[in-house]
């Protein structure tokens, strides 16, 4: 397909046949996916209807292999562009003009019009021959005749003006906007392999072999290492982790698995060793769901029907009728070398120079200037769907908050002094590779938590020593802490010599009531509690969590004031994804939803026919990008979010989607201006040209400046001013 009219005389095929009840075709994606009776048709069927257009395809699965048309390649690209600037060089200006400089410029537009312009030739004149006509066919008319007539003049058959530059303008121009096009399509195929590339390499059975993951079976067992992804979704039969669940969940905690507990394919094992028996494989595990669903949305995203696209129905047969009426008026009233300049004037003056330039003019500066901002804008695709979002639905982990844990507060009991006890813990924590560990040992280090002072140049471990350390798994950690050159102690906290016990409430035979209410309250804001202390008594605990963006709140309220309704959608618990929308004022808050759960939330959204744009960051959040209207990445996030988004973000400031928004939205308006002057451009020179009002040459100027004026209302795009202060 070249265009969103092909993609639209596909889908109208496919309807059309009996036992069809309903059938998508994606341009950008080069995908047609459809619902059909078996009873009534076979796929070889739909396959030859498809055919008998003058298109192919093939059957296959819910995959993409990422192959896209390029047009051509980037160095055939470079000579055509080259030729054609070299062309209209010479015959724009006089002093070049040597005697038979015409002979000079027909062969260099012969490699542009006749082998780069096949690209429109042979699916424009097939589309004729089938009965409809799409923008390649209009490109191709105006290219060949503009392109013949001055081979004959130059041939000596006919005196007149010779236009190849123009011809050669027009396929070179067109052509950078399809293959500019066609990169940006891309993604889909890119968003699917970053998702398949989450799985694991191999899998390492209990014999020590190593299979691929392809060959793993239901009942199977096989090892997770630390540091591995776990290959299948399964049962822990031996072994105690914390695994890294972000890509289902989004939860920045990882998850504490012991013998009994349920892994899922594609999470990531982080310090300890695990035996997995297999219990969903291939197709039916949780990543391979994921892949699915992302495939899926990305087929069902209906095309962007280019306002050139579905105008070039009516307007090429137009265009092609007053060529020949006025060939043939022409030819009633007067000779025929008097009848050729008006017919060739009518051609050329309704070629689609500057409507080949309106979207990609307009997009290349817009994309330029998203760039210098911190917003890449994926495709063209992304802008229409900006233009009418009502819902801003914002993943949580990553996007509106930091997503990752830090210690926010040091609770402890009377009589206890804080900096000490963070001390103890720290230095203990030290010696684990869990998560959580990391999370104190670097608040330790920092300097203060929540105004305790830390003196973080001799934290967590240089005058603490450790011994007979104990990691228990599930729960915490547990040693002996001797400060140098001490002698020691009586075995709390704050002496010279200590058993300290760091973990879970459950560590611990006696934890004062006060502390219990503290850490209840805390519990409810969602925070993860961490208990120290001695002798089997709780003397304080760390309050961990996931910080808000400085960034977030504002955002909120800029799309709040925008008339936008804000809503969160996290894999969280519950009681954490509330404490955060409360912080930054989001509308609704849905907490513990899976990327299906999220995905479903979206279609219910745009069910109820609300214009949704997905703010995410994540794995988890891939489907739900490609399933809302405009999919927005924090270019800080999995690059699997990034590659099923619409828009993404270099940086981690939430205030630049709003910018990024208000960018997508002016710059399809620039889009749809550009194409407004070109049609009324075209439709006003038309009846000029047919008169005999405009000669060839100076139709020829006019649509030079019909794209100079769209290159100039798309330049203005490089005055775009953040909302951001």
């Known amino acids: 397909m070249t265009c969103g009219a092909c993609a639209s005389r596909i889908e109208s095929e496919l309807h059309a046949a009996e036992g069809v009840s309903a059938a998508h075709v994606n341009f950008a994606a080069n995908r047609a996916s459809v619902t059909y009776d078996a009873g009534l048709l076979s796929e070889r069927d739909l396959l030859d209807r498809i055919d008998g257009l003058g298109y192919r395809a093939t059957p296959g699965e819910l995959h993409f292999d990422g192959e896209e048309p390029c047009w051509t390649s980037g160095k055939a690209l470079a000579i055509t562009l080259l030729l054609a600037a070299a062309s209209m060089v010479v015959s724009s200006i006089a002093a070049l003009r040597f005697a038979g400089w015409e002979w000079l410029v027909l062969g260099l537009t012969v490699p542009v019009v006749l082998i780069s312009g096949m690209v429109f030739h042979g699916p424009g004149w097939r589309a004729v021959r089938r009965g409809h006509a799409t923008m390649d066919t209009l490109v191709s008319l105006g290219s060949l005749v503009a392109w013949g007539w001055s081979a004959v003049v130059t041939a ?43 799985g694991a390499g191999s899998v390492r059975l209990l014999d020590g072999s190593d299979i691929p993951p392809s060959q793993l079976a239901v009942g199977m067992t096989f090892l997770v290492r630390p540091g591995e992804r776990i290959a299948a979704d399964g049962v822990v039969t031996e072994g105690h982790s914390a695994v890294d669940t972000s890509i289902v969940t989004g939860e920045p905690v990882p998850a504490e698995v012991a013998p009994g507990d349920e892994v899922t394919g594609g999470t990531l094992n982080t310090y300890g060793s695990l035996e997995v028996e297999a219990r969903r494989v291939g197709a039916d595990g949780t990543l391979a769901q994921v892949v699915r669903l992302v495939s899926e949305a990305l087929s069902r995203k209906a095309p962007i029907q280019r306002l050139a696209d579905r105008i070039s129905a009516v307007f090429v047969p137009a265009v092609v009728l007053v060529a020949v009426a006025t060939l043939v008026a022409w030819l009633l009233l007067g000779p025929a070398g008097a009848a050729i300049s008006p017919a060739v004037t009518v051609l050329i003056v309704a070629c689609p120079c500057a409507l080949g330039l309106a979207t990609p003019a307009a997009f290349m500066a817009g994309s330029g200037r998203g760039a210098r901002m911190g917003v890449i804008i994926r495709g063209p695709d992304a802008l229409e769907a900006a233009r009418r979002i009502d819902v801003v639905a914002l993943d949580k982990t990553g996007t509106v908050t930091e997503g990752h844990l830090e210690v926010v507060a040091v609770e402890v009991a009377d009589g206890t002094d804080a900096r000490p006890l963070l001390a103890a813990a720290a230095a203990l924590e030290a010696r684990s590779e869990h998560p959580v560990a990391a999370a104190i040992v670097r608040a330790a280090r920092s300097g203060s938590v929540n105004g305790v002072e830390t003196d973080g140049t001799n934290l967590p471990d240089r005058e603490l020593a450790v011994a007979d350390f104990r990691n228990l798994p599930g729960f915490g950690v547990e040693g002996r802490l001797v400060r140098a050159g001490a002698a020691a102690g009586s075995g709390t906290a704050g002496t010279d010599e200590a058993t300290i016990t760091v973990g879970r409430a459950e560590l611990f035979e006696q934890v004062p009531a006060a502390l219990e209410a503290a850490a209840a309250d805390h519990a409810t804001a969602g925070r993860t509690l961490v208990f120290v202390g001695g002798n089997e008594s709780a003397q304080g605990f760390l309050a961990l969590a996931d910080r808000v963006k400085p960034s977030s709140a504002a955002a909120v309220a800029d799309w709040k004031r925008a008339g936008i309704e804000v809503v969160i959608l996290s894999g969280d618990n519950g009681a954490a994804a509330e404490q955060v929308g409360r912080q930054v004022g989001a509308d609704r808050v849905l907490a513990e939803l899976t990327p299906a759960g999220k995905v479903a939330e979206i279609e219910r959204l745009q069910a109820a026919g609300r214009r949704v744009a997905m703010v995410g960051d994540g794995v988890n959040d891939a489907p739900a990008l490609a399933t809302a209207e405009v999919g927005v990445a924090i270019g800080t996030g999995a690059d699997v979010a990034a590659e099923a988004s619409d828009l993404t973000l270099v940086g981690d400031d939430l205030r630049l989607a709003t910018d990024a928004l208000t960018l997508a939205r002016r710059t399809l308006g620039t889009i749809r201006g550009n194409l407004f002057w070109a049609f009324v451009y075209n439709t006003a020179a038309i009846p000029l040209a047919a008169v005999g009002l405009l000669r060839p040459e100076i139709a020829a100027a006019a649509m030079g400046l019909s794209s100079l004026f769209v290159l100039g209302n798309s330049l203005r795009l490089n005055r775009f001013a953040p909302l951001r202060t």
Do not use: M, Q, S
Request: charged residues 20%.
């Open 156 to 198: 000596g058959a006919l005196d007149g003006h010779v236009y190849f530059d123009t011809a050669a303008v027009i396929v070179a121009v067109v052509l950078l906007g399809r293959h500019l096009e066609a990169r940006a399509r891309r993604r889909a195929g890119d968003a699917i392999g970053a998702l398949v590339g989450l």
